[in-house]
């Protein structure tokens, strides 16, 4: 029990002492910094300042223009993309905005704009550039073109050039438009070929169903399935009620002339043929060819309306790859612009940050000179220790 209240009271006095150290510690470190602090505040004033003036004063003015522009979604209401076309048997077809920014954010990065801007602008003199390609690394670092999520692509340029500046957003515009336009004529008219082809293809589709059903009709006798069906059902019944009729006609003539007598060969003759035509309809075998076979008139429907869905099918995607083979005409005519600029080409000064590096200057030049004092104070004291150790030695 002693000892444990013992190790208590051990434990508390080395808290206490912990605390003492870390308390001298920081009244020997607020002890070596406060002399100094005023010379530290000063320096680090001046070096902000100093960073704020050279910003202010001997920093070039940058100017800042951008603009965002997205495809001409009024424009492209009537178009389709060929891929969901092919597939779908609807009119309906999304409209692919995104697919039409993803290249409009394609063309507006390229080499080829890039190019036409440096010609436009005569950029190789001004930039006294050696190459194309040291005009292109000069450009890359003012003009960007960066995509806004579901509005357009915005782009923009900085330089400290404020004409400048505004032309070669301009010339980013004009030239994105220019290829872009080329590029949709160019799919327009890739679209009336493969939609010529596509009504070829589903022509020869129709042409070679409509054969087939043809036959299939002329192999079984079909004219107007369902009203033959009718016609023929209402003759099986009367040829059944005839038959019935014979046959008890026939019992009746056994009854009184014997089963042998030859008074019954006319009406056994005339039930016989009665029967014969029976099975001529139901299979059709009859001679005049007017009906299919009856009794197979669920399997002759169930084909008949397979080759009627087929060609509807058929035809109405001829009627659809029609309808787009006229907007696809209209399209390739088109010479209006294709891109909409949501926001025109607006030029504002550039912001040089004076006040955000002067106070990281000064944030920067208070730490390094705290830094640097403690740091100072530190060795010397580390080399009156040494010296004050060493004195003993060499006597």
Request: hydrophobic share 40%; glycine share 4%.
């Amino acid at each position: 029990m002693n000892k444990s209240k013992q190790e208590i009271n051990d434990r508390d006095f080395m808290d206490r002492e912990d605390d003492f150290f870390i308390d001298e510690s920081l009244v020997r470190l607020l002890s070596i910094l406060i002399p100094r602090m005023k010379w530290i505040l000063l320096i680090s004033f001046l070096g902000a300042a100093a960073v704020g003036v050279k910003l202010f004063l001997f920093t070039p003015r940058q100017y800042v223009c951008s603009a965002v522009i997205a495809p001409d979604v009024m424009r492209d209401l009537n178009s389709f993309d060929l891929v969901q076309l092919k597939s779908v048997d609807s009119d309906i077809v999304q409209l692919p905005f995104a697919s039409q920014l993803s290249q409009l954010k394609t063309l507006a990065d390229s080499s080829q704009v890039k190019n036409e801007i440096v010609r436009e602008n005569q950029l190789m003199a001004l930039w006294e550039c050696q190459d194309s390609l040291d005009c292109f690394k000069k450009l890359q670092d003012i003009y960007s073109v960066r995509e806004v999520r579901n509005v357009g692509l915005e782009l923009k340029a900085q330089y400290d050039d404020r004409d400048i500046t505004q032309r070669i957003v301009q010339s980013a515009i004009d030239q994105t438009n220019k290829f872009f336009e080329d590029s949709m004529k160019a799919k327009a008219e890739r679209s009336i070929q493969d939609i010529h082809k596509w009504i070829n293809d589903v022509t020869g589709e129709i042409e070679a169903i409509s054969s087939e059903l043809i036959r299939f009709a002329s192999n079984n006798n079909i004219t107007d399935l369902e009203s033959q069906f009718a016609s023929g059902n209402m003759l099986i019944g009367t040829i059944k009620q005839s038959i019935i009729m014979k046959e008890s006609e026939l019992a009746d003539l056994m009854q009184q002339y014997g089963d042998d007598s030859r008074e019954l060969l006319p009406i056994k003759g005339t039930i016989k043929d009665l029967r014969s035509k029976l099975t001529d309809l139901l299979e059709g075998t009859e001679e005049d060819g007017v009906y299919p076979p009856l009794s197979k008139y669920e399997q002759l429907r169930l084909k008949v309306r397979d080759y009627q869905d087929k060609l509807q099918m058929l035809r109405s995607r001829a009627e659809l790859f029609n309808k787009q083979l006229a907007a696809a005409q209209i399209e390739s005519q088109k010479q209006s612009r294709t891109l909409m600029i949501l926001d025109e080409p607006f030029i504002e000064p550039a912001a040089k940050g004076t006040v955000k590096f002067s106070v990281l200057a000064f944030i920067g030049l208070f730490f390094f000179g705290c830094i640097f004092v403690v740091m100072k104070e530190y060795w010397k004291t580390l080399r009156e220790a040494m010296a004050q150790s060493g004195a003993p030695q060499s006597k």
